[in-house]
């Protein structure tokens, strides 16, 4: 089956410093990416839609300065949560699509903790 | 704008009853829905999926999720209750034409012995 890994699956940092988390597909070409944020017992939101080779789409009032998303290949796409705060800790999920695919194929999340 | 909407925030059941999780979707188009688990600290897993076809969507684990028109609702049900479902269950619509889904707030099942 279709599977996706993110590292790492967990991190703590100070208030500040840039984080990056690498989302993979491990057995298929990803054409799209999707980054999602999950706070303590609530849903996943949508942040941004990445294909590869192009600009990232933000979702509204998700700040595209903040969150880097790059998709520069076909099996990686990575999110750069820049200058971190305690306000970003979360859970951050990705998943993948490729294009023979009709369903998103979700990683195993990766949860910030900014100090 | 399609969304979903997840009746209870929690459901509890015993080993061996029925589970039934309910979600109902509004949407102007004829809708995708999903079924999402998740289970602690990890990412999400697909239960079942509609999209279009017969609308009794049989799935994962012994889950099975039926299409609803008339109700707009997508609820989903396994039978049987066991220990190891117990987990946050998420409902899903796909926005018309594109990739995005929309996820409703999700349901915390807790199975007891």
């Known amino acids: 089956g279709a599977v996706v890994s993110q590292h790492p699956s967990w991190v703590i940092c100070k208030s500040g410093t840039s984080v990056k988390i690498e989302c993979r597909s491990l057995?298929?070409?990803?054409?799209?990416m999707f980054w999602y944020r999950q706070f303590p017992k609530q849903s996943l939101m949508l942040m941004a839609t990445?294909?590869?080779?192009?600009?990232?789409?933000?979702e509204q009032g998700v700040e595209k300065d903040k969150f880097l998303i790059n998709h520069a290949s076909l099996t990686l796409s990575t999110l750069t949560v820049t200058s971190a705060h305690p306000e970003d800790s979360s859970f951050y999920i990705c998943?993948?699509?490729?294009?023979?695919?009709?369903?998103?194929?979700f990683g195993p999340g990766t949860r910030l903790t900014v100090l | 704008a399609q969304s979903v909407t997840q009746l209870g925030s929690h459901v509890s059941v015993s080993e061996g009853a029925l589970v039934l999780l309910r979600c109902n979707y509004s949407?102007?188009?004829?809708?995708?829905l999903f079924w999402y688990v998740q289970y602690p600290n990890q990412g999400l897993q697909l239960l079942l999926k509609?999209?279009?076809?017969?609308?009794l969507v049989k799935g994962i684990n012994g889950f099975e999720a039926e299409f609803k028109k008339s109700e707009t609702s997508f609820h989903l049900t396994k039978p049987s209750a066991h220990m190891s479902d117990a987990a946050e269950y998420f409902c899903?619509?796909?926005?018309?034409?594109?990739?995005?889904?929309?996820f409703g707030t999700g349901t915390r099942l807790q199975v007891f012995p």
């Open positions: 998943s993948a699509r490729g294009d023979y695919h009709n369903e998103q194929f």
């Open positions: 057995d298929f070409q990803a054409t799209t």
């Open positions: 990445s294909n590869e080779g192009s600009k990232a789409t933000y």
């Open positions: 949407s102007s188009v004829p809708p995708y």
């Open positions: 509609y999209t279009s076809a017969a609308t």
């Open positions: 899903a619509v796909t926005i018309y034409n594109t990739d995005k889904l929309i």
